[in-house]
């Protein structure tokens, strides 16, 4: 499967923004579809994962409150929806699928190419 993050940008502290990620191919809806994001010098951090019908949600620690994850198996997309953008939010965002659901990077065989998102004083 392909993957493609859009909807970066940068935006102010407090802001939102809606990151998609189109999927190619029939078989969207067997995967685990999980967002990540890499800040400069640190470690690709898990930020949410969604079920494969979409019933589940899993957050990092991070965001939950702020953002939510979401998925349409007709339209082979899955969104982040991110509220009250905080300084430290500020990362390459990439979109993943996988067949466990999970918070491992290691878990997850497909990435997109990432986005990226600039949250400003």
């Known amino acids: 499967v392909q993957l493609q993050a859009s909807g970066g940008g940068l935006v102010q502290a407090g802001g939102y923004l809606r990151l998609s990620c189109a999927a190619s191919?029939?078989?969207?809806?067997?995967?685990?579809m999980g967002w990540f994001r890499q800040a400069p010098g640190k470690e690709r951090e898990f930020v949410a994962a969604?079920?494969?019908?979409?019933?589940?949600?899993w957050y990092g620690d991070s965001v939950n409150g702020r953002f939510t994850i979401s998925r349409d198996n007709a339209r082979n997309t899955v969104y982040l929806q991110m509220n009250s953008l905080k300084l430290e939010d500020t990362a390459v965002y990439y979109c993943?699928?996988?067949?466990?659901?999970?918070?491992?990077?290691?878990?997850?065989?497909?990435w997109g190419q990432g986005t990226l998102v600039t949250v400003s004083s």
């Open positions: 993943a699928s996988g067949l466990q659901f999970s918070s491992r990077p290691s878990d997850y065989g497909y």
């Open positions: 191919g029939r078989t969207f809806s067997i995967y685990v």
């Open positions: 969604v079920s494969r019908s979409g019933s589940s949600r």
